[in-house]
């Protein structure tokens, strides 16, 4: 989320937390999030190239990030819950 607030994109990302079904991002969104190094190092891990690894952020990454909020809100007293 900080990240996503150094880029200036945290409004979008913040929506992807509380969405049923998160929005689809694109390319561009999933390099500001997450360093070169990193998306190199899971390509290499995958066995994938970085571009299909990116395609597949895509879709994965808005998801992660909303399912990842639920199980934080699980730990939240019920009226603090998203």
Not at 72 to 79: D, E, K, Q, T
Request: glycine share 4%; charged share 30%; net charge positive.
């Amino acid at each position: 989320m900080r990240r996503a607030a150094d880029h200036r994109i945290y409004d979008r990302i913040s929506r992807w937390r509380t969405a049923s079904y998160p929005e689809v991002t694109t390319v561009a969104v999933v390099r500001k999030l997450l360093p070169v190094a990193d998306r190199t190092h899971m390509a290499k891990t995958l066995g994938m190239s970085l571009g299909d690894l990116e395609n597949q952020l895509t879709l994965a990454l808005p998801k992660g990030v909303r399912d990842h909020a639920r199980t934080l809100s699980c730990r939240l007293p019920r009226w603090q819950r998203l």
